[in-house]
């Protein structure tokens, strides 16, 4: 396994129920199916499905995997708040070539967290979503009931995309309490630029995070790294700024072996939501990473 590799090793979590795609359950379970059986599966995580279409989740599974060689579909639910419900919900789906890896949750602050995991009947950590600037109310929360964080990065409003600051605290709260998180949103691209926030013609255009910014970052705040550090990771915007070989990438002065990149991820920067897993992998091949 090469860097690039190691870094992007199951990093999308499939999002094509979401903004900006919106497709049916039927679109996005087919295109899920396709990419678990293409060139391209070692980059794929789970299948995000909200709670409240389980049942239709269920249904376009059953129509479209009915073979006796099926790959294992990963799935990660997101909840609806009420967390006993939410759990035998999960409980009550089928095993064999499906399985729920996480769970995630919104939340507006940590009283809401704490009802949330307190009632949580379940083995799986969930990833707690929460508000930019309440991490240190939230984080002791999450890490007595052994839960994960969540950040937002992005969404089809230029005001959704954090600024390096906000994402670069996040970052080091949850490395300094040693909690795992994911993203969501707005990392469609490897690198930060501007892009259009829709597939509509029209689409206003917003600066957007880079996965490689994110991830590397990530690194550099799990490693101790300064904050300045983690900013000036996230606020790149040239794609040769990164140097990815077989053994490590080298960015600003900083450089990540392979096994630093692998167990970062593992216990730490788990994966992103994504309405598009072709996007991310396109780009990556363009660069001549992937």
């Known amino acids: 396994m090469n860097a690039a590799r190691a870094l992007m090793a199951h990093l999308v979590d499939y999002a094509g129920l979401f903004p900006p795609a919106g497709l049916d359950m039927l679109t996005a379970a087919r295109r899920y199916r396709e ?11 789970r299948f995000v499905v909200p709670a409240a279409k389980l049942a239709e989740f269920e249904k376009a599974f059953e129509e479209l995997c009915c073979g006796e060689h099926e790959p294992v579909w990963r799935v990660s639910v997101l909840a609806s708040g009420d967390a006993p419900c939410d759990a035998r919900a999960v409980a009550d789906l ?9 769970v995630e949750v919104k939340v507006g602050n940590a009283q809401d967290a704490e009802r949330f995991l307190s009632n949580w009947e379940s083995e799986l950590p969930p990833y707690v979503e929460f508000p930019s ?8 929360v999450l890490a007595r009931f052994g839960a994960r964080a969540k950040i937002r990065t992005g969404g089809v409003a230029a005001e959704a995309f954090p600024t390096t600051d906000v994402v ?31 597939y509509e013609v029209d689409s206003a255009r917003a600066t957007m995070h ?36 077989e ?19 593992r216990d730490f920067a788990t994966s992103y939501g994504s309405c598009s897993f072709t996007e991310p992998l396109e780009e990556a091949r363009r660069l001549g990473w992937a």
């Open 133 to 140: 600037g309440v991490a240190e109310a939230m984080l002791p």
């Open 210 to 245: 880079g996965f490689a910014n994110v991830f590397l970052a990530a690194i550099l705040a799990w490693r101790g790294e300064k904050k300045q550090a983690i900013v000036d990771t996230l606020a790149l915007a040239q794609a040769s700024a990164f140097t990815f070989n």
């Open 35 to 45: 990419y678990l059986a293409g060139e391209d599966r070692w980059a794929l995580g």
């Open 247 to 265: 053994e490590s990438v080298q960015w600003l002065g900083f450089e990540a072996g392979v096994d630093e990149i692998a167990a970062t991820r």
């Open 94 to 102: 089928p095993r064999g070539a499906m399985t729920v890896e996480s």
């Open 168 to 198: 670069a605290d996040f970052l080091l709260a949850c490395a300094r309490q040693r909690i795992a998180f994911k993203a969501t949103a707005g990392l469609h691209h490897a690198v930060r630029a501007s892009h259009k926030l829709t």
